[in-house]
C-alpha cells in the first residue's frame, strides 16, 4: 500500500506548475541540458558577413541577425574553416588581441559586427566564419555559420 500512496503523492507533485526536473511548464530541457526555449532562440538567429567574397589579406565584418524574441550575446572571438573536397577544414589563425566585451543582439535586430581578418596565406575558395551565440544570461551556446569566397 505504501508504495502505492509514494507514486501517487510524486504524481501529485509532478502536476503542479513546476514540474519534475525543475523546468517551468511550457519549457523542455533537451538531452544536452539546454532549455529548449532557449535553443529555438538562438536557432531563430543567423549570421551575416559583408563582403561575401574578399581577397586573401583583407578583412570583413561579421554580425549576429537576431530573429527571436530574447536578446542574444556573443563575442568577437571566431574560427575560420576552409571547405575542401567536401568537408571543412580549420584553418590555424595566429593569436588574436581580442577585447574582452559581450556583443549583442536584440529581438529584431542585427547586432553589432566584429571584423574578421583574413590571411595573407588563403587560396581561391570557399570559406566560412564560425561563431558562437547564447541567449543572455544561459550557458548554453550555438554555433553560427556564414560562408564567403576568397578570390
Not at 503523492?9 to 511548464?25: D, P
Not at 583583407?58 to 541577425?65: G, I, M, P, W, Y
Request: glycine share 8%; hydrophobic share 40%.
Amino acid at each position: 500500500m505504501r508504495p502505492l500512496l509514494l507514486a501517487s503523492l510524486l504524481m501529485a507533485i509532478c502536476s503542479t506548475a513546476v514540474g519534475c526536473g525543475g523546468e517551468a511548464r511550457g519549457t523542455r530541457t533537451g538531452s544536452d541540458g539546454t532549455n529548449r526555449s532557449d535553443t529555438n532562440n538562438a536557432n531563430k538567429a543567423t549570421l551575416v558577413v559583408a563582403p561575401d567574397v574578399v581577397a586573401s589579406g583583407d578583412s570583413l565584418e561579421a554580425a549576429v541577425e537576431n530573429k527571436g524574441s530574447q536578446t542574444l550575446v556573443y563575442d568577437p572571438l571566431y574560427r575560420l574553416e576552409r571547405m575542401n573536397r567536401g568537408t571543412w577544414q580549420r584553418i590555424r589563425l595566429p593569436p588574436l588581441a581580442v577585447p574582452a566585451v559581450n556583443l549583442a543582439a536584440t529581438p529584431g535586430n542585427r547586432g553589432n559586427a566584429f571584423r574578421v581578418t583574413v590571411p595573407d596565406d588563403l587560396r581561391p575558395g570557399l570559406y566560412r566564419v564560425t561563431n558562437e551565440v547564447r541567449v543572455r544570461g544561459r550557458e548554453a551556446a550555438r554555433e553560427l555559420q556564414a560562408e564567403f569566397r576568397v578570390r
